[in-house]
């Protein structure tokens, strides 16, 4: 064990170093250590209830290692993908951005822009130099006004997306089933309302990543106290659309207020402590929050009818 880890601190002070050739005979030695005392590699479930993949012989190479450039290899898995993800925060109302891009095609998408954070979030994508062809709201917020009208300004063919079950103004209305491409990646829309009538949750079904909005928090839910906000609509929305896939898949909320970026199908699942209640226990617990009315409700709403547009008001 002990030689295991001087040749890995070898390997990776050199590779900081990008000393390409004492970094492949580290590796190459250290595979041969590999190969003395075990000849498969196992990686570990990304849940309890995740099976262990199966035994692979090590195939890395001192060849195939010379060619890595030292900014894109990874120690933890394959070559990054083709695709570019950042989650950003608006830090008056806690709400989460998402911006996903094809690095091919240079095509994005941004998911629930706010629209204080125009700005930043137009910088952003001119910097990594994509063309912004959607922004999608996952519903009709009440805490913020939304900056999809506004980025549709800048960016000339960018088109703002929202449910055809509310009552907001956009240029591209979705229904369950609905499929958003960017690219060569294809996110697919999850009605699940519940928290609004018009709640939207995507899918990046090959990646493993879904955007639940307010349907489903870290630990938690959006409320149903307003906006033809249903219990029952929405713990059906979580268990059938969200529970239902794959333990390891990552969830990234549409909020957060206790400084959690993201959570998984399974941890939900299991520790939620709304929604792994029954149905009855959750719905005493909503009906019993108590809250107090948004903020800003009387502004955003409004606000978001029009898109963000607040010059069309």
Same mark, same amino acid.
């Given at each position: ?9 070898? @390997?990776? &002070?050199? =590779? ?54 030292? !900014? ?24 989460? #951005? ?7 095609? &240079? &095509?994005?998408? *941004? ?20 063309? =912004? ?20 300004? *800048? @960016? ?16 591209? $209305? ?9 690219? !060569? ?26 955007? #639940? ?26 268990? !059938? ?9 990552? *969830? $990234? ?30 719905? !005493? ?11 800003? *409700? ?16």
């Amino acid at each position: 064990m002990a030689m295991k880890c001087v040749l890995m601190n070898s @390997f990776i &002070k050199n =590779l900081a170093l990008k000393n390409h050739d004492k970094c492949a005979a580290a590796i190459t030695r250290f595979i041969s250590t590999q190969k003395s005392a075990s000849s498969k590699l196992f990686f570990l479930p990304a849940s309890p209830s995740a099976k262990l993949l199966q035994p692979t012989t090590t195939a890395l190479t001192a060849t195939r290692f010379q060619k890595m450039d030292s !900014k894109n290899f990874s120690t933890s898995g394959p070559q990054p993908s083709n695709l570019t993800f950042r989650q950003l925060l608006d830090y008056a109302t806690f709400t989460y #951005t998402y911006i996903l891009g094809d690095n091919a095609s &240079k &095509k994005a998408i *941004i998911i629930d822009p706010v629209l204080e954070r125009v700005e930043r979030d137009a910088k952003l994508l001119k910097e990594l130099q994509f063309d =912004l062809i959607y922004a999608l709201n996952t519903h009709m917020h009440a805490d913020h006004i939304t900056g999809s009208g506004e980025l549709g300004r *800048i @960016f000339q063919n960018c088109k703002s997306v929202i449910s055809k079950h509310t009552s907001a103004q956009a240029q591209k $209305y979705i229904d369950d089933g609905d499929v958003i491409e960017f690219g !060569k990646f294809k996110l697919e829309c999850l009605s699940t309302p519940g928290h609004t009538d018009g709640c939207v949750s995507y899918l990046l079904r090959d990646h493993g990543l879904v955007f #639940t909005g307010d349907a489903l928090f870290v630990r938690g839910c959006g409320r149903t106290d307003f906006q033809q906000g249903i219990p029952q609509l929405l713990y059906n929305s979580v268990h !059938k659309k969200l529970f239902s896939l794959p333990d390891h898949f990552l *969830i $990234y909320p549409g909020h957060d207020y206790n400084g959690n970026m993201s959570s998984t199908v399974w941890e939900e699942k299991t520790y939620n402590p709304r929604l792994t209640k029954p149905f009855e226990e959750f719905k !005493k617990i909503m009906d019993n929050l108590n809250l107090p009315k948004p903020k800003l *409700i009387d502004v955003a709403v409004p606000g978001n009818m029009v898109d963000g547009l607040l010059d069309k008001k």
